[in-house]
């Protein structure tokens, strides 16, 4: 059945840090049931829920204890079916979060699999045997009695993506965290256990999924080393969109999300354009959208967000060039995107992209301009909406596997001093996202009523907090609402086709969405220095403003903005 996935805007919420509803700290299902006329107010869809199965919380949710259940953390069954239910009454649907490339270690497949080297679960994962000790790989390990790894595969966190089984000697394969176990597709068992898990919260009424690094779930068979064998490689020729992943998720598409009205949207990581036409485009039946990770790496490295060598920086016209080619990429081929300026992996967009200080209201509602306006579905984060900011964090203070680990591998695997390494972990960390939701300027932000939260609070909440932004008529969250309104009223911005104009202009990034004749002009200044733009020969001489950062603005030819000013023009018209 066709879920209409494109008029829709997403709200992603990380329960842990968004609402606590009985004073323990931690974010939990009450939370959300309780902020569900909030999110409606803001004129959002649907709710993508980041992972509240029963786990360990090695990756936060990112590794499953049970599938079929809710952690206790966050509530019980009852809360995820009144949620649905709330939620329903109120147009909005839940799109659950489903990690199944890996379980954690203590899914009970796992443990069977470790106590039953015979048995049926072995096989649900990737075990294999270790090459010998003397076989001299080039490249540190941590200890090892006898044997060293099958491969030279890094972990998507650093360091080798091998875990020793103690009773057999054998390893199994752990892409990111250790407790994180790769589950082993090729099974045709594997499959029929998600396809079960799928139609588990399918028939409790979800709208869909949201699939976590989806396009790694087929390994190469015969798992070869990776690129130079004397170096720990992130094996990506070996497990990122293999012709068997394209398989399997035909197999989904047919086996599962062709019986129910829902829609999915595909993580992987590195994704380039002809795998995401290959994964959404006409015909394909497999995956609706997918995200892509371009933008939000723009500035790092090609080893990605830690990856320093660029030292971050970045400029308007590689922005726009990376906008341009994606849009009308996937425009052109028929697929779908998922847009985003954040999610719980990517620190704060007003502070990555934006100015998070003098100009920290005028880039949030710049930014969130662009991301609505966009060909794709527009995703947006909790706390976006607000303008929040990346927090202040000592190394202490981390939580996330990723920055504690990431930090260690700079200083032992690429020799950063530490000073260093500490400084490019706090500019990336996802922590930064997971601090908690900024409520009020009252005690731990409105966040939790108990005497601490789980995590730190950005000091700013004083200053920065929705019933605050909800008083001011000129606030972020204002501005958010507006947009989504706009985009609800506007097929330009749903269906639309898409082209960027003045593609030289070095500040202001500029695009056309047009649909049944009905046309749209936006033009957004990504710098915090004053912008003029040459729209050059109209071919729409006539225009009027339709919504403005600053207020109106007159259309012409020539446009001067302010810094960080965004408009939208209905162009083309008498
Ligand atoms: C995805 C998730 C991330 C998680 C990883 C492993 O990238 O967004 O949070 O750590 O997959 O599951
Ligand atoms: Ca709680």
């Not at 079916?81 to 203590?106: C, F, P, Q, Y």
């Not at 752990?174 to 898990?197: G, H, M, S, Y």
């Not at 600053?550 to 408009?567: A, C, D, I, N, V």
Request: glycine share 8%; aromatic share 12%.
């Amino acid at each position: 059945m066709s879920y209409d996935f494109k008029n829709k805007v997403v709200y992603q919420i990380w329960p842990r840090s968004f609402k606590d509803s009985n004073g323990d700290g931690i974010g939990d299902l009450g939370g959300v049931i309780e902020k569900l006329p909030y999110i409606k107010s803001l004129g959002a869809d649907v709710i993508w829920l980041s992972p509240v199965y029963p786990s360990h919380n090695h990756d936060y949710g990112y590794d499953i204890d049970d599938y079929c259940a809710i952690n206790p953390e966050f509530g019980t069954m009852e809360d995820f079916d009144r949620l649905v239910a709330e939620a329903k009454a109120l147009g909005i649907g839940i799109v659950m979060d489903l990690v199944v490339n890996h379980t954690s270690s203590h899914h009970k497949w796992f443990r069977a699999a470790v106590e039953d080297p015979a048995g049926k679960y072995r096989d649900y994962y990737i075990f294999k045997k270790g090459r010998k000790a003397d076989a001299n790989p080039g490249y540190k390990l941590p200890v090892t009695t006898g044997t060293i790894p099958p491969n030279n595969w890094l972990s998507a966190f650093g360091g080798s993506a091998w875990q020793k089984d103690e009773k057999t000697g054998e390893y199994y394969l752990t892409l990111f965290t250790p407790n994180q176990c790769d589950l082993n597709w090729a099974n045709p068992e594997v499959r029929e256990e998600v396809w079960k898990i799928m139609r588990f919260w399918l028939d409790r009424g979800i709208a869909g999924f949201r699939l976590d690094v989806i396009n790694a779930i087929a390994k190469r068979e015969g798992l070869p080393d990776s690129g130079d064998p004397k170096k720990l490689n992130f094996p990506f020729e070996h497990i990122v969109s293999l012709p068997k992943t394209h398989e399997y998720l035909k197999e989904m598409h047919e086996k599962v999300l062709s019986h129910y009205d829902c829609f999915t949207v595909g993580e992987g990581m590195v994704t380039p354009l002809d795998a995401v036409l290959k994964y959404t485009g006409p015909g394909t039946n497999e995956l609706d959208m997918m995200f892509q990770f371009d933008l939000a790496l723009i500035g790092c490295g090609p080893l990605g967000k830690f990856d320093f060598r660029k030292l971050y920086h970045w400029t308007v016209r590689e922005y726009k060039d990376i906008f341009d080619s994606w849009e009308t990429g996937v425009e052109h081929g028929g697929g779908w995107l998922g847009n985003y300026i954040s999610n719980h992996d990517q620190p704060r967009p007003v502070s990555r992209f934006g100015d998070d200080k003098k100009y920290r209201r005028e880039s949030a509602k710049a930014l969130a301009m662009i991301n609505m306006t966009m060909y794709g579905t527009p995703f947006m984060y909790q706390g976006e909406e607000i303008g929040m900011t990346n927090c202040p964090l000592e190394p202490e203070e981390w939580k996330d596997f990723e920055a504690i680990n990431d930090y260690e591998m700079l200083q032992s695997m690429m020799h950063v001093p530490a000073p260093i390494a500490k400084k490019i972990v706090q500019k990336m960390t996802r922590d930064h996202a997971r601090t908690p939701m900024q409520w009020s300027a009252g005690k731990n932000a409105g966040f939790t009523d108990g005497e601490e939260a789980w995590m730190k609070i950005n000091p700013n909440y004083t200053e920065i907090n929705v019933e605050d932004d909800l008083k001011n008529p000129d606030s972020v969250i204002d501005f958010y609402k507006q947009l989504i309104r706009l985009r609800h009223l506007n097929d330009e911005l749903n269906y639309g086709s898409y082209r960027m104009i003045a593609k030289s202009n070095r500040q202001v990034i500029a695009f056309l969405r047009e649909y049944e004749g009905r046309r749209l002009l936006i033009a957004v200044n990504m710098t915090g220095r004053p912008a003029r733009i040459d729209l050059g020969e109209l071919e729409y001489r006539k225009g009027h403003i339709i919504l403005g950062t600053h207020g109106s603005e007159k259309y012409s030819r020539f446009l001067t903005m302010q810094p960080f000013e965004g408009r939208i023009y209905r162009v083309g018209e008498a």
